[in-house]
C-alpha cells in the first residue's frame, strides 16, 4: 500500500468556490491517473496543489508515504523538494534558449542528448522553441520534465494546444510516450476521448470535488451517480481489437470474444488495440432479429436488468460482454422487457468512436 | 572643454550604474514578485526622486551623511574621512536620485516574463536564485538594459544633488553641468557652448542606442 498518491485537500477560490479533493492513486496499478471534469471543475487547481506551485488551504498531500503538505504538522515543501513535473497546456518552453538547452535546463548532458533521441528530436536540437509545431514543443517539454527525473509527472490539458487533427493523432503516441518514461503521471483533461485513450486510471471530478475514482473502463460504466455519468457521457467502453475492413468500415472483435459478435464502425486511423466507446442513448434495442435496417450492427443478447430513470430506463445487456442502452421507459414497457429475455441491441456503425489504448502491461519496453 | 569634469561625470555615472544594477535587480524582483500588501509604499518611495526637486533630496541627503549624523559618524570611523563634498557622498546621492530610472524599466520588464516559465524552472527542480539568474534575467535583458542606460544618462547630467552634496571642487565634485554652470557665471560662453553640446551629443547617442539596441532584441525574443 506504500505506492501510493493520498491527497486530501482544500483549497477556497476567490469566488467562493471551494476545491475539495480527496484522492488516492495506486500508482502501481495506474501508470497513468486522468483526471477527468467539465471546465471550471477545479482541476488544474488540484494539480498545482499536487505540484506546490498553490498551498491548500487545509488537508495533506502524501506521495509514496513522504509527506508533501500537512496543514496540521506545517509542512509545505517546495516545487524543487517534491521533483513533480509539470507539463503546462501550453508548454511554457524557455524562449531564449534552443530545444536541447530547455531539454539540458535540469538535467546532465548526457541525459538530455539520450531523451533527444528517445523523443525523436535530435534534428530539432539547434532549433528555436517557437520555430516548432506544436506537437514537437509538447515532446520537447515531456522531455525536459522527465529529464530532472520526476518521481511524478503532471499534465495540464497536453492536448488542448494542438489542432483538431494533431490531437486524435497525438493521444495514442502521448500515451506511449508516457508508458516509455515510466514515471507514474497525472493528466488533466476534460476530453472522454483523451481520457479512455491515454488512463489507466480515472478520477473524476465535478464541482470542485473528486466524485469517483477506479479503473477507466469501469468509471465509465458504472458512473457513481448522475452527475458522474452526465458528465462522462459514455456507458460503453469496450476493450477491443481490430480484425479486418470490410467496405471502408473496420470491423472489431471485443475483447475476450471467441466466436462473439463482430462491431463495425467508421475507420478513424486507428490501429492495434481498441476501446470501442457507445454512448447507451445510441443502442437500440428491438425484439425482430433478422429485420433489415441501416444500423450496421445487430448483436444477440439477453436483458440483465431493466432500471427506471425518470422518463427513461436503463437496460443493461449481456451480449458476451456487458452493453447499457438507453430508451424511454414507455418502449420498455411496450416491449414487456424483463430479465432474462432474448434482444437484440442495434448499434450504428456512425455511433462507435475509436480510441487506440496499449494496455499498461504491454508497455512498449522495446522502444526506449 | 573642461575634460576633468567630464572625466569625473562618466565615472560618477559608471560607478552610479553598477551599484544601481547591484541593488536594483533584487528590488525590483522583490517589487513584481512579493505578495505583500505594502508594497506600493516601497513603490512610491523607489518613485520619489521622479517628482522630489532635487535640492530637496540634496538637503536631505547632506543632513544624513553630515558628520554628527550616525551614518556620517560611522564612515568617518571607519575610513577617516567625511561624505559631504566627497566624491563617495555624491556616489551615494546619485545612487538615490536615480535608483526609479533602474528599478522602474527593470521591474517592468520582470512583470513581462510569463509566470508560468518561472513555475516550470522551478517544478524541474532549479532554485529560486538559479531561476532568476537562468530564466528572468536573460529574458528581461532590453529592460535591464534601458534601466541602466537611462541611468548613466540622468546621473550624467545631474545637477541641483550635485550642487547640494558634492558643491564645486574640482577634479572632486565639479562635474560637467556643474562646470557648464560655471562657464556661464564666469560669462566664459564659449566653453559653456562646446560642454553642453558635448554633453548634448553624448545623450542622444547614448538614447539612441539604447532604442536601438531594443529594437534588436525584441526582433529576436519577441515579449508577448
New interface residues.
Partial sequence: MADQLICQCRKRLSKGFEVEADLRIPLDRAPVTVLFGPSGSGKTTLLRMLAGLQRPGAGSIVFRERPWFDAARGIHLRPQERRAGFLFQDYALFPHLTVAENVAYAAPRETARRLLDTFGLAELAASNPRAISGGQQQRVALARALAAQPALLLLDEPLSALDAPTRSRTRYELRRMLLTGGVPSIVVTHDRMEAVALGDWMAVMVNGRIRQTGPVQEVFSQPADSQVAESVGVENVLAAEIVGRESGLLVLKVNGQVNGARIQCVDSGETGPVFACIRAEDVAITRQMDQVSSARNRLAGCVRAVIAEGPLARVELDCGFPLVALVTAQSAAEMALGEGESVSAVIKATSVHLAAHTSALESPQGER | MDWQAIWLSVRLAGATTAILLALGLPIAYWLTFSPRRWKFLVEALVALPLVLPPTVLGFYVLLAIGPRSPLGAVYAKLTGGMLPFSFQGLLLASVLYSFPFTVQPVAAAFAGV?R??L?????????RAATFR??IV??SLPGIATGAILSFAHTLGEFGVVLMVGGNISGVTRTVSISIYDSVQALNYAAASQTSLFLLCVSFTVLALTYALQRRIWAV??IN
Fill in positions: 510569463d508560468k516559465l513555475e516550470a524552472s522551478w517544478c524541474l527542480g532549479v532554485s537562468r530564466v536573460p529574458l525574443w519577441p
